[in-house]
């Protein structure tokens, strides 16, 4: 019965160099070309989600400094209208979609299992697939500038005037489409995070002992599952409408402009914390090494998270105010607005507890994620503010929306990530980055972007409506849009220092070590950067802080990392129960695969088919993911899929 | 050896059933796709609530066709279960006559939609109505697809010989993708067939 390939009981050892050896040639990705286009290893895939979101990032800011230079002064002729509203759509979905999420994905990619203490993803070849898809997908949406037709009605892309009627070109169906493709690149990433979290910890790690980073991208994930198909729909409803003559949204047939702004918002609102929630969770991980002492208010700060986000589906009608909706609904989705700043507080008063009561360190990352704090208070403000029906009434559509907006997410999202890039560039690389030209960039990026964004209060206040191409001298705007200018330059060199000390760095930083900041989580614990496998032997966790517990002193048992359960069979990780992160089975992983490529490549070929209505095109794509799938899926041996005959 | 390594039981290895990876993300996998409905859903009361009554096609969907397709799709549950029960215990055979019934009562399903696409006044351009009735009946059919494809492959993989008592997780987890299309199937039907009757 003691088959060892259904059943046996895990060796628990320490690595010796010979079976360090053997994990090497397990886990390795092979070299070149081809390994490049087949590989699943996290960290891999991760690196390459920060990366080419950093490319969407400069994307979407040239566009917003082309509309600075528009804005700069009245009457000025850089930009026409039509390519002004191209160049606003194009900012906010590269910055919102293209940018803002995928780039907490490849930190929640790459530091996940060495958070967990795993050797992968749940769904390792899922995941190369998300990234393959993401890719894709937004080149997809590029194309569509490339040919001088982007989307051209603002990332929120309102009925009317997305529908055909009123926007005859291709506009609009790179954005719906492209949306639709994107759409499955989130979803099955969501999915991928839930159940790694769920399944793949190490042994001991139990809920209570969760990284606090982890809660922020689980929460958000769950959201997507429950909020991508919305958007889905909706982007479906309108191509149906614009190609197929349906009649969601078109008024003279009865259509519903405003289920469009309820399907759009259903998903975006939610989005938006999907956005903000991982950012804080790097945050809330980060800071703490800093300040040399835990988190203050580990449970406190995990459900404020948690709650942030249910209440987070409830307020979708506050981006509505303006529509002629009932009273009831302005009260109740007012009020639940409002009540969502208390989970808010509870971070931000956690994280100014661990300042006060720790030894700060004041590094370039530490700079990054205590700034993020006063950023978020005066977004969170100004959201507060909006929160509020009568005030949203008067400041909807204006700058002030704007400069909310971008106090929200350059400043919960934007300052956090470039902290974090600071924080784990030494994990990533085995080299710091360089802290002399760190602090510069911080003070460039800081007071950049507090004199491009805090003088757009007022613009809005003194009536600036959002998205027009241009304005006229009387108007009285002309200073203030001249200041956003130069701050949004500012800005703009700061990011370009960021990009600058990565490439120096990456050269001649000083090496790094497994653990520079004297940080307490598993990541911190193998060698920088980590080997193919991520951990010799899985290792065993008896508290939040593995690495810091001789000096905390929090429990008597102590976690293990140099001696722990040596998987060698195959590429092989310990399963754990959801709650207790007991060990309840050893899972077989796969290896290197072409499919997600080939199943993205189909994919790509049929959404092209469906925007230029060539149908053929659409059915061999389908044709070829469809293959790609059920190679994928085919059930190995080697995976414990199916059953071996022994010979 | 430590306290640690001796309560370590032996512990299964690979794809145990329920505790495989891909159950649990098949269960996600659900959860997503139903919500996908449930927007579609209320796409369709918002249009109820909105126009009040004066969207109703003349003439509601027929029951014809739809009503032994919904009941063919209902049974093949119980033809499902067979299966997943002949893979849980080994019994190749109960396997093989539950996927096959499931597929072929799947089917069935499939094709009675069709006809009645064909038979149906109502098309796709025909007021809100119309619109909602195709989306929602084709989004459907597209995961009944799938499902089909699902049985299908799973009827090779089982004709191979790929599955027993201990490695059948692939059966688990298309059987639970089984169920919710058939629940999706329902509620579309009491959507789109009933509830019209009722108002």
Partial sequence: MADPELERRPEFATATVAYAHDLERLWETSPGIAGWLSTVDHKEIGIRYLVTAFAFLCAGGIEALLMRLQLAGPDRHVLGPHAYDQAFSMHGISMIFLYAFPVLSGFSNYLWPLVLGSRDMAFPRLNALSYWIYVAAGLFMYAGLAIGQAPNDGWYNYVPYANREYNPGMNEDFYSLGMIFLGISTTVGSINFIVTLARTRAP?????????????????????????????????????????????????????????????WMYAHPWVYALVLPAMGIVSDGLPTFCRRPLVGYAPVALATVATMILGFGVWVHHMFATGIPNLALAFFGGASIVIAVPSAVAVFAWTATIWLGRPVITTAFLFFASMIVLFVIGGVSGFMTGSVPVDWQLTETYFVVAHIHYVLIGINVFPVVGGIYYWFPKFTGRMLDEKLGKWNFWTMFIGFNVAFLPMHLTGLWGMPRRIYTYSPDMGWTTLNAITTVGAFIFAIGVAMLLINVVISLRVGR??????????????????????????????????????????????????????????????????????????????????????????????????????????????GAAVALIAGVVW??????????RVRHV | MSETARSLPVLPVGTPGRRSLGWWGMLWAIVTEGTLFAYLL??????????????????VPPL??????????????????????????GRTVALLIGLVLALALGAAFGVLQGLDWRSEPLTLRQ?????????????????????????????????????????????????????????????????????????
């Fill in chain 1, 204 to 264: 001991g790690m139990s809920v209570n002992r969760l990284p606090i980073l982890v809660w922020g991208t689980l929460t958000a994930s769950v959201a997507n599952v429950l909020a991508v198909p919305s958007v889905s729909l909706a982007f479906f409803l309108l191509w149906m409408d614009r190609q197929f003559g349906t009649h969601f949204f078109d008024v003279p047939q009865g259509g519903q402009p405003l289920l469009w702004q309820h399907l759009f």
């Fill in chain 1, 511 to 620: 090496i790094a070590g497994a653990n520079p900041w004297d940080a307490p989580t598993l990541e911190w614990s193998v060698p920088s950067p980590p080997p193919p496998y991520n951990f010799a032997v899985i290792p065993h966790v008896a508290s939040r802080h593995p690495l810091w517990e001789d000096r905390l002193g929090e429990s008597e048992v102590t976690s293990l990392v140099t001696r722990g359960l040596l998987l060698d069979h195959g590429r092989e990780t310990i399963g754990t129960s959801p709650l207790d992160g007991d060990p309840d089975v050893i899972l077989k992983m796969p290896g290197d695969s072409y499919m997600p490529l080939l199943l993205s490549v189909g994919l790509t070929m049929g959404f092209v088919g469906l925007l230029v209505h060539l149908w053929w095109l659409a059915v061999a």
């Fill in chain 1, 633 to 642: 899926l085919w059930p190995r041996g080697t995976l414990g899929q199916r």
């Fill in chain 2, 42 to 59: 209320f796409s369709y009361g918002y249009f109820a609530v909105q126009l009040a009554g004066n969207w109703m096609p003349r003439q």
């Fill in chain 2, 64 to 89: 014809r066709l739809a009503l032994p397709g919904i009941v063919l799709l209902v049974i093949s549950v119980p033809a499902m279960w067979l299966g997943s029960f002949g893979a849980r215990r």
């Fill in chain 2, 127 to 199: 007021g809100e109505f119309g619109s909602v009735y195709y989306t929602l009946t084709g989004l459907h059919l597209a995961h009944l697809a799938a499902g089909l494809l699902g049985l299908l492959l799973m009827l090779i993989w089982s004709a191979l010989g790929y599955f027993d008592a201990r490695r059948h997780a692939p059966v688990l987890i298309l059987a639970a993708y089984w169920y919710f299309v058939v629940v999706v199937g329902v509620t579309v039907f009491v959507a789109l067939y009933v509830l019209p009757r009722v108002w």
